[in-house]
């Protein structure tokens, strides 16, 4: 599986941005996708996913301003981000979940300005 994450930039406080993942390669095989982001210095951290059977989880931080949605036909996964904080900031990285391991994409940058 092979996953293409795009849409990250630089945005003010208080504004949106919607990233995109877009997943080729053993598409079948996935169980669930989300996303993880990694600000400088930190750990990353879980930011939401969406499960095999529609269902999805937030972390509390982005509870009510982030949104993780999927679009099967297009093999895409999606994070809305509304009401950016500069605590968002950080590299967002889409993940797929599959019956032969975890997938990885090479992340895009969310930088919110205060």
């Known amino acids: 599986v092979q996953l293409q994450a795009s849409g990250g930039g630089l945005v003010q406080a208080g504004g949106s941005l919607r990233l995109s993942c877009a997943a080729s390669g053993s598409i079948v095989s996935i169980n669930n996708m989300g996303w993880y982001r990694q600000a400088p210095g930190k750990q990353r951290e879980l930011v939401g996913l969406?499960?095999?059977?529609?269902?999805?989880t937030y972390a509390d931080s982005v509870k009510g301003r982030f949104t993780v949605s999927r679009d099967d036909a297009k093999n895409t996964l999606y994070l809305q981000m509304n009401s950016l904080k500069p605590e968002d900031t950080g590299r967002y990285y889409c993940?797929?979940?599959?019956?032969?391991?975890?997938?990885w994409g090479q992340g895009t940058v969310v930088t919110v300005s205060s």
């Open positions: 993940y797929a979940g599959t019956r032969y391991g975890t997938y």
């Open positions: 969406s499960g095999t059977n529609g269902s999805t």
